[in-house]
T-cell receptor, first 115, second 107 residues
């Protein structure tokens, strides 16, 4: 199993450009999440999904859109990039049931710079 | 509102010394708490969760509801423990992470 994969690994955008960060998992996990990691602030939840067709906002959703058309994929869209969105983005997935329900599997991250 | 606080950004200890990484939380119900770890050039991964009451790689963490704390402890640190450690709280499908503590174990 590849686990959770993210593309691209690095990206530089200009202010106002749009892009989609891709995330896929092959573990048949129902739950998927997007986080951003900023120095001194840890990981903050952007959006999450509890299953195909169901998404909800996290702590810092502004400027980002998500959709979940399949169990495997959970893309994150930046509609109009701003310098404040410069960050490292992590995707994660988990099976919510049982004792293992709290274990999130993380992707390798995407380092995004907005100039 | 839920909040997870890790007061130390950096903790440096010598090999063989005891380690305690602090985590305090604010939550009105019964929390589900976790420690996640990120080793250099590796992905963030689960270290342990409070409901399992387990010891992983010699680390333990006890939930103290009175002090709203979930400190991570290890009696004898090893160089391979050097990593970034995050405390996290799960509430209704949302995870809230602390700002992280970088543990540096010196030889």
């Amino acid at each position: 199993n590849a686990g959770v994969t993210q593309t691209p690994k690095f990206q530089v955008l200009k202010t106002g450009q749009s892009m989609t960060l891709q995330c896929a998992q092959d573990m048949n996990h129902e739950y998927m999440s997007w986080y951003r990691q900023d120095p001194g602030m840890g990981l903050r939840l952007i959006h999450y999904s509890v299953g195909a067709g169901i998404t909800d906002q996290g702590e810092v959703p502004n400027g980002y859109n998500v959709s979940r058309s399949t169990t495997e994929d959970f893309p994150l869209r930046l509609l109009s990039a701003a310098p404040s969105q410069t960050s490292v983005y992590f995707c994660a997935s988990r099976n919510p049931r049982g004792l293992a329900g709290g274990e999130q599997y993380f992707g390798p991250g995407t380092r995004l710079t907005v100039t | 509102a839920q909040r997870v606080t890790q007061p130390e950004k950096l903790l440096s200890v010598f090999k063989g010394a005891p380690v305690e990484l602090k985590c305090n939380y604010s939550y009105s119900g019964s929390p589900e708490l976790f420690w996640y770890v990120q080793y250099s050039r590796q992905r963030l991964q689960l270290l342990l969760r409070h409901i399992s009451r387990e010891s992983i790689k010699g680390f333990t963490a006890d939930l103290n509801k009175g002090e709203t704390s979930f400190h991570l402890k290890k009696p004898f640190a090893q160089e391979e423990d050097s990593a970034m450690y995050y405390c996290a709280l799960l509430n209704f499908n949302k995870f809230y992470f602390g700002s992280g503590t970088k543990l540096n174990v010196k030889p």
